[in-house]
T-cell receptor
Framework: AQKVTQAQTEISVVEKEDVTLDCVYE???????LFWYKQPPSGELVFLIR??????QNEISGRYSWNFQKSTSSFNFTITASQVVDSAVYFC????????????FGTGTRLQVTL | DAGVIQSPRHEVTEMGQEVTLRCKPI?????LFWYRQTMMRGLELLIY????????DSGMPEDRFSAKMPNASFSTLKIQPSEPRDSAVYFC??????????????FGEGSRLTVL
């Protein structure tokens, strides 16, 4: 069975600090997809990134970057120079091939960025 | 383009009452998902449809829950009778299969249900 673990329940940082959110996953499949979603205080879930298991290249999008390491089954998310608007709950999720977007979510990490 | 639209945004009802949550997926999307979010259990997949056909309802907690998708632009999640432990935020999401693997899920804003 697939499983996603986000061990960090809550993180607090001061604005402009860098912060890394950890995600560890378990799956028996060789083909799978990993996602990060953001849930701001308003409650909606916002897609951030999708990565398939064959693409281990790290990705950078502005202040956001993702580090995918199959050897450790991790897909960590780093925010550089955090801002107050980054305050949200961040979810990591996994989908196995053939399950067409059937995502298993981690429990989420609440990030609080203060001035 | 309109996103996934859910209604009602908030519902407060009394135990034993029937609750119907509604969802309009993004036009052209062929998958629709119902998720439930609670503090205790996080985000749980309840059921999903492909081309209006239910594919996997293993996450539906019990017979009190039912979901339908009569056409490509509408789905309902019904709870009858409702119980206080059903209080949660219910999300509808849709996606499009592009042949390139699992696609991005687009979520609605959620329906917050409180059962007294």
């Amino acid at each position: 069975a697939q499983k996603v673990t986000q061990a960090q329940t809550e993180i607090s940082v001061v604005e402009k600090e860098d912060v890394t959110l950890d995600c560890v996953y378990e799956t028996r499949d060789t083909t799978y997809y990993l996602f990060w979603y953001k849930q701001p205080p308003s409650g909606e879930l916002v897609f951030l990134i999708r990565r398939n298991s064959f693409d281990e290249q790290n990705e950078i999008s502005g202040r956001y970057s993702w580090n995918f390491q199959k050897s450790t089954s991790s897909f960590n998310f780093t925010i550089t120079a955090s801002q107050v608007v980054d305050s949200a709950v961040y979810f990591c999720a996994l989908s196995e091939a053939g399950t067409a977007s059937k995502l298993t979510f981690g429990t989420g990490t609440r990030l609080q960025v203060t001035l | 383009d309109a996103g996934v639209i859910q209604s009602p945004r908030h519902e407060v009802t009394e135990m034993g009452q029937e609750v119907t949550l509604r969802c309009k997926p993004i036009s052209g999307h062929d998958y629709l998902f119902w998720y439930r979010q609670t503090m205790m259990r996080g985000l749980e997949l309840l059921i999903y449809f492909n081309n209006n056909v239910p594919i996997d309802d293993s996450g539906m907690p019990e017979d009190r829950f039912s979901a339908k998708m009569p056409n490509a632009s509408f789905s309902t999640l019904k709870i009858q009778p409702s119980e206080p432990r059903d209080s949660a935020v219910y999300f509808c999401a849709s996606s499009l299969w592009t042949g390139g693997g699992t696609g991005e899920l687009f979520f609605g804003e959620g329906s917050r249900l409180t059962v007294l």
